[in-house]
C-alpha cells in the first residue's frame, strides 16, 4: 500500500478539523435557536438591538424575584458602566424571601427601596440611615421618596396602608387605609405614587383598578384596568398606567385612552410583564419588561430584553439585553438619571 504524503496528511487533518469546527458551531447554534424558540426569543432582534446598549442612559435598575442568585442586588450604570451596587440576601436571617421591586434615588443621592420585608434609605457610601421592618404578616413593594425627608411608602396587608414618612423626625406626617380586594399581601400593590401635593394614586393590583385618593381615604378618580402594575401622574395630566391587560397605556382624566402600547406595535421584541413606565421629557416612554412572568426557566432568562425606550411613534430607539458584564438580572425599577437628575447633582457623591 502506498503511504500517503505528510502534505496529504496534514491537508487531511485541516479539513477534519474545519468539518470538526462547522459541526461543533452548527450543533451550538441548534441548541441556541432551540433555547430561544423555548423562551420565545428573537435572535435576530437580540443580536440587532437599537441604541446604545448601557451607553443610552444613566440609570438605577433593580429587579424583583432573580431567585437564580443567593442576593438581590441594585444596579447604578454611568457613562455605560456599572459604578455602584447594593445586595441584599435573598432569604432572610429568618428565612423569609425577599424581593427588591422599588428604588429609586433622591436629589442627594440616597437611594429609597423596598425589599418586600420592609424598606430601607441608603448613601451613596452604603450605610443605611433608615429601615422599616415589614410588620408580620405584612409586605412591602411601593416606596417612593419626596425630596431629601419624605417616603411615601405603602404597606400590603389588611388593613393595607400608606404613610407618609418624615425620615429625619421618625414621625408619620400622614397615614390612610387603602381599601384592597383580597386579604392576601402579596399582591395588593406594587407602586402607589404621589400624583399632587395633597394625592395618592394606586395601582390595586387585585382589585382590576387605579385610582386617586387625598389623605383622608377619599377616592378622587378611578380607571378600570385588569391587574394594573404600575401608575404615575404625567405633567399633561394624563396617567401612564402599565398593567396585564396592555403593557402600557395613557388615559386622560375622562377615562380616555390617549396613547397605549401593545405587543403588536413591537412585534420584533417579546413582551412579557411591563412592570415600570417613564416617560422622557422627549415624550419617549422607557419601560422594564420583566421576564419572569413569561419565561419559567431561569437559564432560559438571558436573552430577553430588560429594558426598552419608544417614541410617541412607537418606534423602538433602545433596547437593552444584559445578562453578563453585568447581568442585571430581570428588570423591575427603573430610574434614569441622564436628564435633569445629573445636573441637579443626583449622582455627585458616586466615584
Known sequence: MKSLSSNTILSMNQLLQKFLFSSSLALSLFYANAQNKAANIDSAAVNNLPGKGLLQHDFLYTGEWDY???????????????????????????????????????????????????????????????NYPAPAGTEIHSAEPIGNDRILMVINGVPAKAKLINVKTGETEKEMILPTG????????????????????????????????????????????????????????????????????????????????????VPAIKLYQTQVAVRL???????????????????????????????????????LCQWSDPDLGPASSIQLLDGRGTKKGYLKNYK
Open 68 to 130: 437564580r442568585k443567593s442576593v438581590q442586588t441594585i444596579y447604578l450604570i454611568r457613562g455605560g458602566k456599572l459604578i455602584w451596587s447594593y445586595s441584599i440576601a435573598t432569604k432572610d436571617s429568618a428565612g423569609n424571601e425577599t424581593e427588591l421591586g422599588d428604588a429609586t434615588m433622591r436629589p442627594n443621592g440616597n437611594i429609597v427601596f423596598s425589599y418586600k420585608t420592609g424598606a430601607a434609605e441608603i448613601t451613596p457610601g452604603k450605610k443605611i440611615i433608615w
Open 182 to 265: 383580597k386579604p392576601g399581601a402579596h399582591l395588593q400593590f406594587r407602586r402607589v405614587r404621589m400624583a399632587g401635593a395633597a394625592t395618592v394614586i394606586a395601582a390595586h393590583l387585585d382589585s382590576n383598578l387605579v385610582a386617586e385618593y387625598d389623605f383622608n381615604g377619599t377616592k378622587l378618580w378611578g380607571y378600570r384596568i385588569t391587574k394594573p402594575w404600575s401608575v404615575s401622574r404625567l405633567k399633561n395630566g394624563n396617567t401612564l398606567i402599565t398593567s396585564i391587560e396592555c403593557p402600557i397605556r395613557e388615559v386622560n382624566y375622562h377615562g380616555d385612552v390617549v396613547w397605549q402600547l401593545e405587543q403588536k406595535d
Open 281 to 319: 421629557e422627549n415624550g419617549n416612554t422607557v419601560f422594564s419588561n420583566w421576564c419572569n412572568k413569561g419565561i419559567a426557566k431561569p437559564g432560559d432568562w438571558p436573552g430577553s430584553v430588560q429594558l426598552i425606550e419608544v417614541t410617541p411613534e412607537k418606534k423602538v430607539v433602545w433596547a
